[in-house]
């Protein structure tokens, strides 16, 4: 239980440095709110390590703590939005068993980024926001894929019992 708690916040700290990282690194500013989703990948890998509790505290902690260190009231909005789509597409796509983990990821960037444009149109009470869902898909499409493959090469090279 001691191991799998230090694993666990090791994770949030990982998922943290890599919202921090993200956040100074914008990918396209073309495009507002495309990211590569990095600590996602942190949230993909907790989610086959550990379950969807686990995985699902964990990335409240990133988004609490990286909002409140480096964000605002409104980050705070867009990225719990986000978060917690993309979570219930995960969670879903894992139980179904009929997405690889790289699949999961990928149900995971889309949704991030639906939530997101949900709260950008509650916020400006406009749904013409909606002009960018094209490019948001299509980059959730591809930051899926990226951290999905990261994290499956990721628990491939984990030794066994790793975190238990």
């Not at 969807?52 to 990335?59: C, I, M, Y």
């Not at 980059?139 to 019992?161: E, K």
């Amino acid at each position: 239980m001691k191991r799998k708690t230090v694993v666990l916040g090791m994770m949030a700290a990982a998922a943290l440095m890599l919202s921090y990282v993200e956040s100074i690194l914008p990918l396209t500013p073309s495009i507002p709110g495309v990211r590569l989703g990095l600590p996602n990948l942190i949230v993909v890998l907790c989610l086959y390590l550990y379950g969807w509790k686990e995985a699902l505290l964990t990335n409240l902690a990133r988004v609490l703590l990286s909002s409140f260190l480096f964000g605002n009231l409104y980050g705070m909005l867009y990225s719990l939005c986000g978060a917690l789509f993309s979570f219930a597409a995960m969670g879903l796509a894992k139980r179904s068993r009929h997405f690889s983990m790289v699949g999961t990821s990928v149900w995971g960037g889309v949704f991030h980024n639906v939530g997101q444009l949900l709260a950008a149109m509650f916020t400006v009470q406009t749904a013409q926001v909606a002009f960018y869902l094209p490019w948001l898909l299509a980059a959730g499409c591809a930051a899926g894929v990226f951290n999905g493959v990261c994290a499956r090469s990721a628990l491939a090279h984990l030794p066994p019992g790793f975190g238990k």
